[in-house]
């Protein structure tokens, strides 16, 4: 169906892999392979949120919650069905899924704003509700969580299985936006009148997309639960939400590469601003604000503008 | 011939405005039918009842004998009934090649095919360079893309909605033949509701004349245009223009 030939275009995007799976060989620091590896993370939320706001154009305020929900989905199952946690991670990703389907189905019947209102809400009670039902999920203290790999101090391992996940997430958003449906979902983020004037159930395209998307982000959500061995209604939290966006914003909307490009610098950036705290949320709305006004297309995009000039 | 589009009584109303009262037409097989009407008539709304994106508080729509009141507008493309938007609504970041393949995915299941059936399409109007974008073109060739891909879902009615608002006489002219040659060579019945004169006076084997939500007259366009009832509400300040298109 689809070729993939080494032609001039995509050997940046060979390239971009080879550094992305020798790196961690190169740093050799856990500290750095650890940070990498939560980059990773929010590179795979970035580029789901990417689906729905940059192709969809539907923003989603729900998806750190649906980290969230996977997060705990799979510690729960873990904890209390003694299962490992690489098949808590599906119960994670399964949970997601099905979560997506009733709140896509409910609010993605609405137009504009109001589906963005919805999944704010959604998160909201979700997080509250985590918050509150203390004796399952231990509030805000968290909920202690095995590691994905026993007996393993080392970073590297996890690093690996977060790429993994990453360039799985790439490669099939990769595969769904260039088929028919591609070209569907494409349509309905154009124009959602013209596309059900064409014969399109807009409706089915949204929704089928936010589940495809929780489905990844819960998976991804319940990997951090089991990489940093903590579950907390943190992993739902607005600030993280923030974080995801301005990460999809600042590397370039509708672009692939773009929100990888932003997760991993603005995760790195935020190690330097460890001390201020809360306060970074403040610098990366700045520089949200600074993309919007100057560089539209992020820094993917002008990258490519600037390099092959279109 | 069979009437492809029945409508039947059709009412409705926005809160205490009747926009469309009590209306019957209907549309017989490769047919161009001319809806006019001053401003507010309700043409639009009429369109957009047989499209379903609106649904009739009263009233019934038959097409090809099969009942579609109340159905998404999905569903009714599927089943034959193409549309093209009064404000245009483009595909900005799509190429006019995708734009248009994206009205043929509902006939067909793989890309190849849909691409396959856009070249005819692009061919057929003739435009040029279908790699550009959507958001790159100039109104005439927004306009045909519109129409393109409302034909590239192979309808066997489709409802043009104002495509000659805001074009040059010669460019008129242009869409007037293609509307004609899109009926002859897709086998397609066509509804043009317009305000420019000569197009639908030119273009209509019949034309339907509204007027505050009702049907004022119908019938061929000279018997029309001659209708003193259509002048006197419509057509009254134009007369001259009118007279000048029959000759």
């Known amino acids: 169906m689809f070729k993939i030939s080494l ?22 620091q856990e500290y750095w392979i650890y940070v990498m590896t939560i980059g990773l993370y929010y590179a795979i939320l970035a580029s789901t949120w990417n689906v729905m706001a940059g192709f969809l154009g539907r923003v989603s305020f729900a998806h750190a919650a649906f980290a969230a929900i996977g997060a705990y989905a799979s510690a729960l199952s873990v904890l209390h069905l003694g299962i490992p946690p690489a098949v808590g991670m599906l119960i994670g990703m399964a949970a997601g899924t099905v979560f997506s389907l009733f ?16 999944t704010l809400a959604f998160a909201e009670i979700f997080r509250i509700v985590v918050t509150v039902e203390y004796e399952y999920t231990r509030g805000s203290l968290g909920l202690e969580t095995p590691k994905l790999i026993e007996g393993v101090l080392s970073y590297m391992p996890y690093y690996y299985v977060a790429l993994a996940i990453l360039l799985g997430t790439l490669f099939s958003t990769y595969v769904i936006l260039n088929s028919a449906f591609g070209l569907k979902i494409k349509a309905v983020g154009n124009s959602e009148e013209a596309a059900e004037a064409l014969g399109i159930n807009s409706a089915k395209v949204k929704v089928i997309m936010f589940m495809f998307t929780s489905a990844i982000t819960s998976l991804a959500g319940a990997f951090y639960g089991h990489l940093i061995g903590l579950v907390s209604p943190e992993v739902g939290a607005f600030d993280q939400l923030a974080l995801v966006i301005a990460m999809a914003v600042v590397g370039g909307l509708g672009s692939l590469p773009g929100p990888v490009i932003g997760a ?15 306060f970074r949320l403040l610098i990366f709305a700045g520089l949200i604000i600074v993309t919007l006004r100057f560089f539209r297309r992020g820094i993917y995009g002008t990258l490519k503008q600037v390099i092959f000039g279109g | 011939m069979k009437a492809v589009l029945e409508v039947h009584s059709v009412t409705k109303s926005f809160g205490g405005l009747i926009a469309v009262n009590n209306f019957s037409m209907e549309v017989r097989e490769r047919e161009i039918v001319g809806l006019i009407g001053p401003n507010g008539a309700g043409k639009t709304t009429l369109l957009n009842l047989v499209t379903g994106f609106l649904k009739p508080d009263k009233g019934r729509i038959v097409f090809m004998g099969e009942e579609i ?15 093209t938007f009064q404000l245009i609504k483009p595909f900005p970041k799509l190429s006019i090649l995708d734009a248009i393949a994206v009205g043929a995915l509902v006939r067909v299941r793989s890309k190849v095919e849909a691409y396959k059936r856009a070249h005819e399409v692009i061919e057929f109007l003739g435009l040029k360079n279908p790699h550009r974008l959507c958001e790159s073109l100039n109104v005439v060739e927004e306009k045909l893309v519109e129409l393109g891909r409302a034909l590239a879902t192979n309808p066997k009615l489709l409802l043009i909605d104002e495509i000659a608002a805001g074009l040059r006489p010669s460019e008129v002219e242009d869409i007037k033949r293609v509307i004609r040659v899109i009926r002859d060579e ?14 639908v006076m030119g273009v209509s084997d019949r034309i339907v004349v509204m007027s505050s939500g009702s049907k004022v007259t119908e019938g061929k366009p000279e018997e029309v245009a001659s209708n003193p009832k259509v002048i006197s509400i419509y057509l009254g300040e134009r007369r001259g223009r009118m007279l000048g298109v029959k000759s």
């Open chain 1, 7 to 28: 032609s001039q275009r995509n050997a940046p995007m060979l390239l971009a892999i080879l550094f992305l799976l020798v790196l961690p060989l190169v740093v050799r």
């Open chain 1, 103 to 118: 709140i896509g189905y409910l609010s993605l019947r609405l137009r504009g704003v109001y589906f963005t209102l919805s």
């Open chain 1, 264 to 278: 991993l610098l603005l995760e790195v950036i935020s190690e330097y601003l460890r001390e201020f705290g809360i």
């Open chain 2, 69 to 83: 009141t109340g159905l998404p507008p999905h569903k009714i493309c599927i089943k034959g009934v193409a549309r």
């Open chain 2, 186 to 199: 897709y086998n397609v019945s066509i509804v043009v509701v317009e305000h420019v004169m000569p197009l």
